[in-house]
């Protein structure tokens, strides 16, 4: 079983910075890919961005490429969103998620929702305009 907890959320004016931080338990940390998803009041969970189990892989939701870094350090079981050059629509429940997959490569990563088995309580980040 692994534990998924989420920090760093707040309110911020637009153009502002925030990191997010997800921390698990338990040793299948390294095993597991990660991935940060969103939700918007009304609206479905979308996905933000993913990495790979080594880290040398990610994948980014096109509507935050260039201001969004995904990225983890295997040795604190703990995952990170930065997210730069905030707007109002970034407004949502974050969610990290991780998914054990030790037999796939160590670049894999996966934007599907359906394919994670663990999921944190989420984190609000509002953005004000």
């Known amino acids: 079983q692994v534990q998924l907890v989420e920090s760093g959320g707040g309110l911020v004016q637009a153009g502002e910075s925030l990191r997010l931080s997800c921390e698990a338990s338990g040793r299948t940390f390294s095993r597991s890919i990660m991935g940060w998803f969103r939700q918007a009041p009304g609206k479905e969970r979308e996905f933000v961005a993913t990495?790979?189990?080594?880290?040398?892989?990610?994948n980014y939701v096109d509507s935050v490429k260039g201001r969004f870094t995904i990225s983890r350090d295997n040795a604190k079981n703990t995952a990170y969103l930065q997210m730069n050059s905030l707007k109002p629509e970034d407004t949502a429940v974050y969610y990290c998620?991780?998914?054990?997959?030790?037999?796939?490569?160590?670049?894999?990563?996966?934007?599907?929702?359906?394919?994670?088995?663990?999921w944190g309580q989420g984190t609000q980040v509002t953005v004000s305009s």
């Open positions: 990495i790979s189990k080594s880290g040398s892989n990610t």
């Open positions: 998620a991780a998914d054990e997959l030790p037999y796939r490569s160590d670049t894999y990563t996966s934007r599907y929702s359906y394919e994670y088995d663990y």
